[in-house]
Structures are given as C-alpha cells and as structure tokens.
C-alpha cells in the first residue's frame, strides 16, 4: 500500500525559511512526478512547484517563484521543499502529490496544476505570522 508523508510544517516568521518533506512508501518517489500544492483557509488549492522523474527539472507558481525550491533525495525516497522569505500569504496546508503520467507546459516544464493526481500525501500545516 502506497503512502505519502509530509512533515516540516510550524509556525515561522514573516522572512523565516521551513523546509517541507514528503516521504513515500510503497512507491519510489524517482518513478513519479511530484508536485506540492497548497489550500489556505477559505481558498481554492494551489499547485506551487513540481519537479519531473525523467530530468528533475522543476517549475514553480508565480507567487513563490524565487522563494522556494523542490529537490529529491533518491536515498531517502524523499521529496523536499524549501521555503525562503516566507509572507503570511503562504500559510496553508501544504500537500504533495506524486504522479506517473507527466503533464508539461507549452515550454516543456511539469505542470505546477494537474487534471489528476495518483497519490496524495494528508498535508502539513505551514503558518507565517508574528
């Protein structure tokens, strides 16, 4: 049985960093593609970043283009996210997702929003505030 597991969420400051983990079992995470997304309260959810099996190449969403970067770790069958310069706009539940079809921009980038996913992590909770 499949399972992804986010860990790394809190309570940061305004300009603070957290980095995000999403580990896999049952799957290895090299095989899929990974995208995190993100649901504030009271909003629709967000894809913000992805990054490709094949190449590792990553893509992110406007608004936190610059400020955050996903990497794997092949090792550890993980998934990172890091999150610099932290706003209190980014506070959400964050989730990542794994999926073996890609799914590429017009530029030949994964696809920070997705039709489908395969697999779904339950979410870790990320508050940027004073």
């Known amino acids: 049985q499949s399972e992804l597991v986010e860990s790394g969420g809190g309570l940061v400051q305004p300009g603070g960093s957290l980095r995000l983990s999403c580990v896999a079992s049952g799957i290895t995470l090299d095989d899929y593609v990974v995208n995190w997304y993100r649901q504030a309260p009271g909003k629709e959810r967000e894809g913000v970043a992805c990054v490709l099996s094949r190449n590792n190449s990553t893509n992110y969403a406007d608004s936190v283009k610059g400020r955050f970067t996903v990497s794997r770790d092949s090792a550890k069958n993980t998934v990172y996210l890091q999150m610099n310069n932290l706003k209190p706009e980014d506070t959400a539940v964050y989730y990542c997702?794994?999926?073996?079809?890609?799914?590429?921009?017009?530029?030949?980038?994964?696809?920070?929003?997705?039709?489908?996913?395969?697999?779904w992590g339950k979410g870790t909770l990320v508050t940027v505030s004073l």
């Open positions: 997702a794994a999926t073996g079809r890609e799914s590429l921009t017009a530029q030949g980038l994964c696809a920070t929003e997705r039709p489908w996913v395969d697999h």
